[in-house]
């Protein structure tokens, strides 16, 4: 089979107890271009053993459900599966729930507030985003940790800090020049002084984006 980063087409699994909230999600994605709900699930246990099944290219859960919770859900399926992306949907924007999902790998994890499911543009770009190997986090927590980004990442300026911000969004390079009202190419020079600075190198086999990321969001861990 091929990924969903070859052909573009990505198939998704829903774990959601509730079933007004798995029915709105499943319609809402449904109706997007190149992506397909493969399945749903109305507890945890039942999300691995579709994930097993159905092999989707990314599993979409709730933080809280009946058997396993989304976490454990989430942990299972990364030890098993690794080449799920898991975007885990959240009501707390704590972010010592935030540490908790993404554990010792965050490469292709999101974590985002359920207010952000009526933002369907938003959620689109997470899934991609997730699906392309990217670290995801949702706006309203990386709004947080923009404003407090100069407690651990007080090498970087405020405008890296800022496109480190939108980084951790899933934005892409365009859609941060866009955003910022700057050259893409400008963008391109931040995010390579902020890797320098963070002493990301470009070894093989490094997801320099996602350690950026992580780098933001542990930066303000123990704050």
């Known amino acids: 089979m091929m990924s969903a980063e070859n052909t573009g087409h990505i198939r998704i699994l829903i774990a959601e ?17 190149n992506i397909e709900v493969v399945g749903t699930a109305k507890d945890g246990l039942e999300a691995l053993k579709l994930t097993a099944d159905l092999r989707p290219d990314l599993l979409l859960l709730d933080i809280h459900m009946p058997r396993m919770n989304g976490i454990d859900a989430a942990q ?16 707390y924007d704590d972010l010592e729930y935030v540490h908790q999902f993404l554990g010792n790998d965050s490469a292709r994890k999101g974590y985002l507030l359920k207010s952000t499911l009526g933002d369907v543009a938003s959620l689109v770009q997470a899934i991609k985003a997730v699906v392309s190997g990217q670290l995801v986090l949702d706006p309203q927590l990386t709004q947080q940790l923009f ?11 405020k405008q890296e800090q800022r496109i480190l911000s939108e980084m951790a969004r899933g934005q892409d390079n365009q859609a941060i020049a866009e ?9 391109e020079n931040h995010i390579n002084s902020i890797y320098s600075k963070l002493g990301i190198g470009s070894e093989p086999g490094r997801h320099r984006r996602v350690e950026a990321v992580l780098r933001f969001l542990k930066s303000v861990k123990n704050d």
């Open 179 to 187: 955003t910022l009202t700057i050259e893409k190419s400008t963008v």
């Open 17 to 33: 107890d509730q079933e007004y909230l798995r029915e709105g999600i499943h319609r809402i994605l449904a109706a997007q271009p």
């Open 147 to 157: 404003q407090r980004a100069d407690v651990g990442l007080s090498q970087l300026t």
């Open 76 to 91: 299972s399926i990364r030890a098993t599966q690794p080449g799920v992306g898991l975007l885990l949907l959240s009501q």
